[in-house]
Every structure is written in structure tokens, then in C-alpha cells.
């Protein structure tokens, strides 16, 4: 079964603050993904990655940036943050992009920005 | 507008009754997947189904990729089906997955 880990699971952050979010995968999938979800809108992809050293746009990028140092890790990072990205984020992996790679997701991480 | 459409938005159940759940895409499709999501949980796969019909124990997913939508059929419910159901969809020419709102089941004893 494939494990995808998140740290911080629960986070309050002061508006204005930096704040990493990390993802850690040991299946040694490829494709790793972060997503924001809210109430009413389901999980929306915020930036994903194909491989180590490559990060893409999801459909709501601004205000965050991701790293992919390597396989296994993939962070999320809020430069400035702001009370509008208080939510659950959720980290996930697969193996490839094919069809029927089905996605593997983390316990989700839980921030408040104050 | 919103490429997947789930609904209900909400059920409650009394234990025994059966559950439909229904989602339909804006865009033609690849593939798609239903999700399930204990409350405060994380989210685990129930179904890939990129069409025709599949069944688990209880539950059953029927996805008509030319029509674009997808159903799943939970029998005889029980208290710890409880949670929120997501279906995503793989859009043709993209591997992303896009998410519903999904449904939050409630099984009442």
C-alpha cells in the first residue's frame, strides 16, 4: 500500500507569515500533486509535479509556490500567507499520468491563517 | 462553470436503505474515479471506472463514458458508510483529476 505522509498535520499561521508545507511518498511515484480543500468546492489542484526538480500549475496556483527536491518529497510553500488560504490541503501521489493510476493521498494537513 | 457535477449534495439514510449517487462532466473524459472520505479523513479510491460496471461487496459503479457521467449504487447501507463520497474525472487529452463537490452521506441507525 502506498504511504504518502504530511507534516504539519495541523498548522496556525500569522497573516503575512511563510509557511512549508511537506510531503514525503516512498512508493517512488512519479507524479505528486497538492490540493486545497473547502467547503462547497471540493479539492482543487494547487501545483503538481512530474518528477524530481519539476513543478507545474494546477488550477489555482497564486499565492503558493511547490518544490520537488526529489522523488519522495514535494513541499508546498506559502510565501506570504493570507486568511483566504485557511483550509485542508492534501497532498497525493501516483505512479504514472496513464489511466488507471489511481491517486494515493496523505492524512491532509490542517491551516488556519490568523 | 464546474466540469463535474455531484449529487446529491447531501443524504440521510436509515440503516438498510440503498444510496445513489450521481456524477455528471461538462467535458468528454478518459477516465474517472470515485473517492471516499471519512470524515476528517483522508481520501481513498473505491472505484476506477472508466466505464461499464463494476462492483465491490455493496457497492456498484456504472460509468457511460458517452453520456459523461457516473453513478455509484451503495445496497443495504450501514452506519459506517457514513462520510463523503467524491468522484473525480480525467479529462480527454490531460492526465489531471478533477474533483466534485461531492455527496455527504449520513447512515442513520
Known amino acids: 500500500e502506498a504511504a504518502v505522509t504530511q507534516s504539519p498535520r495541523n498548522k496556525v499561521a500569522v497573516t503575512g507569515g511563510k509557511v512549508t508545507l511537506s510531503c514525503n511518498q516512498t512508493n517512488n511515484h512519479n507524479n505528486m500533486y497538492w490540493y486545497r480543500q473547502d467547503t462547497g468546492h471540493g479539492l482543487r489542484l494547487i501545483h503538481y509535479?512530474?518528477?524530481?526538480?519539476?513543478?507545474e500549475k494546477g488550477d489555482i496556483p497564486d499565492g503558493y509556490k511547490a518544490s520537488r527536491p526529489s522523488q519522495e518529497n514535494f513541499s508546498l510553500i506559502l510565501e506570504l500567507a493570507t486568511p483566504s488560504q485557511t483550509s485542508v490541503y492534501f497532498c497525493?501521489?501516483?505512479?504514472?499520468?496513464?489511466?488507471?493510476?489511481?491517486?494515493?493521498f496523505g492524512e491532509g494537513s490542517r491551516l488556519i491563517v490568523v | 462553470g464546474q466540469q463535474v457535477q455531484q449529487s446529491p449534495t447531501s443524504l440521510v439514510l436509515q440503516e438498510g436503505e440503498n444510496a445513489e449517487l450521481q456524477c455528471n462532466f461538462s467535458?468528454?473524459?478518459?477516465?474517472m474515479q470515485w473517492f471516499y472520505q471519512r470524515p476528517g479523513g483522508s481520501l481513498v479510491s473505491v472505484f476506477y471506472?472508466?466505464?461499464g460496471t463494476k462492483q465491490s461487496g455493496r457497492l456498484t459503479s456504472t460509468t457511460v463514458i458517452k453520456e459523461r457521467r457516473s453513478s455509484l449504487h451503495i445496497s443495504s447501507s450501514q452506519i459506517t458508510d457514513s462520510g463523503t463520497y467524491l468522484c473525480a474525472m480525467e479529462p480527454s487529452g490531460s492526465w489531471q483529476l478533477i474533483f466534485g463537490s461531492g455527496t455527504q452521506l449520513t447512515v442513520m441507525p
Open positions: 471506472n472508466p466505464s
Open positions: 509535479s512530474y518528477g524530481a526538480g519539476s513543478t
Open positions: 497525493a501521489s501516483r505512479m504514472g499520468s496513464n489511466s488507471g493510476n489511481t491517486l494515493y
Open positions: 467535458t468528454s473524459l478518459n477516465s
